[in-house]
């Protein structure tokens, strides 16, 4: 099993690793769903792949928005870079980028990102017949779901903790709708978060959706097939990243010595 977690900025990669991730996740330049996180500059994420392969702990890319064909040459040179710092794996959505990491760069490990909408064994076969190595599920999946995922033979990297998005695996329209800002784009203004009003009178938080947690599941979800175990939150604070993650490798050691977890 793997424990991934996320990397919003260089203290929070640091919190991450310290308190015992297998993987992180981070992103470079403008083409990652959380253009909004602080990221890291060319310089700062080629330290951080050496920094994080000096502890033994695997880097993957986040290239997973939707871009223009104008956008292409500027993504191949992000993906230069990356192979030239010895980048892990690299999450897409867009099928343009993948393509350009099969002809240019094909020892790049490809990982299907949650905006693809895979929600069934037949995206995850149909995305290992195309190449990829691994499937990040939608949220709403199933746990029936994700075993027949990795029944197809195919890496899974289930959600296990943080913020849930109110729409099918992160597609929402809604802030681009209203704002302009696209959550394909990295540009996500979560109104969802906001509160509202109805005609009746009816006011609160009426979409928000509670967060996401499920330590106390990881034995089912390993027996289910479950392959990596992610933590959502590229733009938390760093003392946020290194408690998830402290208490998501006590309970993943835990599960593999097939032992209780008790925080």
Same mark, same amino acid.
Request: hydrophobic share 40%; charged share 20%; net charge negative.
């Given at each position: @099993?793997? #424990? ?5 900025? %260089?203290? $929070? ?7 015992? /991730? *297998? +993987? =992180?996740? @981070?992103? #470079? ?5 959380? %253009?909004? $996180? ?7 994420? /080629? *330290? +951080? =792949? ?214």
């Amino acid at each position: @099993m793997e #424990l991934l977690a996320p990397a919003g900025s %260089r203290e $929070a990669l640091a919190a991450a690793v310290q308190n015992g /991730a *297998d +993987a =992180v996740y @981070m992103g #470079l330049g403008s083409f990652n769903a959380r %253009r909004s $996180a602080r990221n890291f500059t060319d310089e700062d994420f /080629a *330290d +951080a =792949v050496a920094y994080c392969h000096l502890h033994g702990v695997r880097v993957y890319l986040t290239l997973n928005t939707l871009l223009t064909d104008r956008e292409l040459p500027e993504a191949a040179e992000v993906l230069r870079k990356a192979s030239a710092w010895g980048v892990d794996a690299v999450l897409v959505q867009d099928m343009g980028v993948a393509r350009i990491i099969q002809q240019s760069y094909p020892h790049l490990v490809l990982h299907a990102s949650t905006q693809m909408t895979i929600n069934n064994a037949q995206g995850a076969r149909l995305m290992k017949e195309m190449g990829f190595a691994r499937v990040v599920p939608a949220r709403e999946c199933t746990l029936d779901e994700l075993r027949r995922m990795a029944d197809v033979g195919v890496e899974v990297e289930a959600f296990a903790h943080g913020a849930l998005c109110v729409a099918v695996s992160g597609q929402c329209l809604f802030s681009s709708m209203i704002g302009g800002r696209s959550g394909n784009r990295g540009r996500c203004a979560q109104p969802c978060r906001l509160p509202y009003t109805l005609e009746d009178g009816t006011s609160g938080y009426l979409l928000s959706t509670k967060d996401l947690m499920l330590i106390d599941r990881i034995p089912e979800l390993r027996d289910a097939g479950v392959y990596s175990f992610k933590l959502e939150g590229r733009m938390k604070r760093p003392e946020y990243v290194g408690v998830i993650t402290r208490a998501y490798r006590e309970a993943l050691d835990a599960a593999e010595a097939h032992v209780s977890y008790h925080p």
